[in-house]
C-alpha cells in the first residue's frame, strides 16, 4: 500500500504544481482593470472585440496599475488607449504615440491606415496626450511606468515605415522607461524560424526575433503569457482574413531596476 500512496502523494504535487503555473500565468484580475474593460464609454465596436482580445487578462499581466504613465505606441484606432485612460486614473497619463513616417517612404497598403489614425478616446478622459514622430525619436516628457504596443512590433521591420532601425527604436523605448519599468509587446505568430520574413505578408513575426532583438537594448524577458494562443492558426494566413482569432504571443520585458 505504501506505493499507492506515494503514487497518490506525486500524483497530487503534480497537480498542485501544475495548479500554480496556470494561476502565475493567469493572474486575478483587479477590480480597477475589470471596471475600466467594463466601462460604458468603450466604443460598442471595441467592447465586441473584447472576448477575443482579453483585455483585462492581458492588461493583468502587464501589471498596470492606477497612476501609471503608460505610453500605447502606434495605437491605432485607440482600442487600449480607450481602457488605458479609464484604468490609470487622474493620477496617470497616457501617451498615444502614432508613428511619423518619412516622406520618402512608399505608401503604406490600405489595410494598414486605420492602424496609423489618431485613436479617437473615451469623451470623458482628459489624461491622454497625442503625438506623431519617427519611431526612432520616441520619447515622453516624463518617465514611463509601461510601454504598450499591440500587434505592430512587427510593422517596425516594413518598408511602409522606412523601415525604421528596429536596434534603435527599442533602444529609444529602453530610454523612456523608468528604472524597473516595463516594455509589452504582442503580436501575430509567424513560423518558427521565419524571422521577418512575414512581416509585410501576411503580417506576423517570429517571437524568437523579437525576443533576441528587445534584450539586445538591455531588457530581460520577465514572462510571457499564451492567453491569446490559439492552437487552430496554421500560422500561414493573412492576419487581415483571421480578424481577432490568430495565434498572438504576449511578451513582458523589464527594464532592470539598477
Known sequence: MMWK???LLSAGALAATLSAAAAAQSPAIPDY??????NSGRPDTDRARDPLRKPAEVLAFAGVKPGDKVADFMPGKGYFTNIFCTLVGPKGHVYAISVKRPQSATPPP???AAKTA?????ASCTNVTRDSEP??????PEPLDLIWTSEN????HNKGLGPPDIAKVDDAFFKALKPGGVLMVEDHVATPGSGIADTSTLHRIDIDTVKKEVTAAGFTLEAESPVLHNPDDPHTAKVFDLHDK??????KFRKPAH
Open 5 to 7: 500512496n506515494r503514487l
Open 33 to 38: 482593470i475589470t471596471a475600466a474593460v467594463v
Open 110 to 112: 490600405a489595410d494598414a
Open 118 to 122: 489618431p485613436p479617437p478616446g473615451v
Open 135 to 140: 519611431p526612432e525619436e520616441f520619447a515622453a
Open 153 to 156: 512590433y512587427h510593422d517596425l
Open 246 to 251: 490568430t495565434d498572438r504571443f504576449l511578451l
